[in-house]
């Protein structure tokens, strides 16, 4: 059974470049959720998708945005890069069905913005 | 709101002694907690999650948790730490609607030989 699948993994911006991270579910899972690691804020959570809607949605600037296709795969996109974006964004997914699922996260993009 | 705090940023052991990472919970509400470990350049695994059932939670690689609400803990021990468990625990809970998740700041455990 194949795992989440982040793509890409590394990649490196400049500031006011927009990026977009991609992000295919386990097999089945309906819910994919995105979350922000640096190492001065911790993991943030920026946002989940289920079933093409976004069902939550964490404390960032509009800048962050995110969607989910039909096959809910899932993509999201920062525009407007500033340095403090530089982080590790972490894509994980869930049946989401109920509550207390547990999340089956990717190996992470680390996105470096100069 | 709910919320988790790990005491203790960094955990030094010897290999073969125990492993001891707290996490204290704050939650108006019974939680659903969960602990993840993250080795380098890697997402995030879990290791064992906490859903109101058992008190005593066994996870994966000889880790268990147990849940003590008179103390809103949730520690994370291991009897004997092996040089392999050298990484980044997280302790988490929901929050909200859907499948947010809130986490500690993470503890980072040594293990010397």
């Known amino acids: 059974k194949a795992g989440v699948t982040q793509t890409p993994r590394y990649l490196i911006k400049t500031r006011g470049q927009q990026v977009t991270l991609s992000c295919s579910p386990i097999?089945?899972?309906?819910?994919v959720s995105w979350y922000q690691q640096t190492p001065g804020q911790g993991l943030q959570f920026l946002f989940e998708?289920?079933?093409?809607?976004?069902?939550n949605k964490g404390n960032f600037p509009g800048r962050f945005s995110g969607r989910q296709f039909s096959n809910s795969r899932s993509e999201m996109n920062v525009s407007t890069l500033e340095l403090g974006d530089s982080a590790l964004y972490l894509c994980?997914?869930?049946?989401?069905?109920?509550?207390?699922?547990?999340?089956?996260f990717g190996a992470g993009s680390r996105l470096t913005v100069l | 709101a709910q919320s988790v705090t790990q005491l203790g940023s960094h955990v030094s052991v010897s290999e073969g002694a125990l492993v001891l990472l707290r996490c204290n919970y704050s939650s108006s509400v019974p939680p659903y907690l969960f602990w993840y470990v993250q080795y380098p350049n890697q997402g995030l695994q879990l290791l064992l999650k906490?859903?109101?059932?058992?008190?005593l939670v066994k996870g994966i690689n000889g880790f268990e948790a147990e849940f003590k609400k008179s103390e809103t803990s949730f520690h994370l021990t291991k009897p004997s730490a092996h040089m392999s468990d050298a990484a980044e625990y997280f302790c988490a809970v929901f929050t909200g609607g859907g499948n947010k998740l809130t986490f500690g700041t993470g503890t980072q455990l040594k293990v010397e030989l």
């Open positions: 097999s089945g899972h309906r819910s």
């Open positions: 994980a997914s869930s049946y989401g069905g109920e509550r207390a699922n547990v999340l089956t």
């Open positions: 998708y289920f079933s093409e809607t976004q069902r």
């Open positions: 906490y859903t109101s059932a058992a008190t």
